[in-house]
């Protein structure tokens, strides 16, 4: 497994937006799949979005509001997240598809979306 390092969670209030970070390292190896999930209290875990060289993915809570990009030279990926809704709140993780290694998961970062 690669370390997931995520960063950018936080509070926002309703309509605000935040921008989560998550760098893979520890890895020279193909990195296929980058991408977000994320867990509500008294909740599964969801897919939000990933990215692959085909292109990206978006739960359908999400599209229209958040983004998700990567950094291929840095193993990076970000998910920009607008027009935040209270039901937004929850553990977000980064995840990740490491040729050899399978998956790969962060520790996660608390989004809070409250007024």
């Known amino acids: 497994q690669a370390q997931l390092v995520e960063s950018g969670g936080g509070l926002a209030q309703p309509g605000g937006s935040l921008r989560l970070t998550c760098a893979a390292n520890?890895?020279?190896?193909?990195?296929?799949?980058m991408g977000w999930y994320r867990q509500a209290a008294g909740n599964q875990r969801e897919l939000v979005a990933t990215?692959?060289?085909?292109?990206?993915r978006y739960a359908e809570f999400v599209k229209g509001r958040f983004t998700i990009s990567r950094n291929w030279q840095k193993n990076t990926v970000y998910l920009q997240m607008n027009s935040l809704k209270p039901e937004d709140t929850g553990v977000y993780y980064c995840?990740?598809?490491?040729?050899?290694?399978?998956?790969?998961w962060g520790q996660g970062t608390q989004v809070t979306v409250s007024s």
């Open positions: 520890g890895t020279s190896l193909p990195i296929w799949v």
């Open positions: 995840y990740a598809v490491i040729q050899t290694m399978g998956e790969s």
């Open positions: 990215i692959a060289d085909g292109g990206t």
